[in-house]
């Protein structure tokens, strides 16, 4: 699987996507839908997959399901296999996509690298966001995760950091 990222808009959010077998995923289309189309101009587009709905993160989304006639988060990709998780905190419909053959999850704003996502907006939750990162210890510490914004990082490290994100 290869995992090509765009860093778009003035958030510089980041949309990714994931290549396999001459297939695509958009994860996180965040504006810019002709550059979205330009770098997925090769392969076939099989689905759209979104973290959490801030602006920041779906400004292309209209664009792109009108223009490959896909309905984005339907989880009928039979190209990729992932899991959907919910992580609630940062946003109330939070979504972290976990690809367990590749150890690789997309957290959208859930993870950064060495911090967690905001949890003092309209649609986060403290108490949520707690329950998400007690929930995603579960998970193998060798998973490289891919967040919203900024570089990626392994989850075992973050493990290690979960009880300073929050005071």
Known sequence: MEIKI??????RTNC???????????????SDADKIIEACKDYKVTGILVTHHHFDHILALEALEKYYNLKHNTHNNNDFNYE????PGHAHDGLTFYFK????MFTGDFIF??????YDLETSNKEDMKKSLDMIKEYD??????PGHGRSGVLGEEKQLFDTYIN
């Open 113 to 118: 690298y060495h911090t967690c996502g905001r």
């Open 16 to 30: 990714y996507i994931v290549i396999k077998n001459g297939n695509c995923l958009i994860i996180d289309p965040a």
């Open 141 to 146: 510490d060798d998973i490289v995760f891919y």
């Open 101 to 104: 053959e590749e150890s690789v």
């Open 6 to 11: 765009l860093k778009l808009g003035v958030l």
């Open 84 to 87: 959907v998780i919910k992580t």
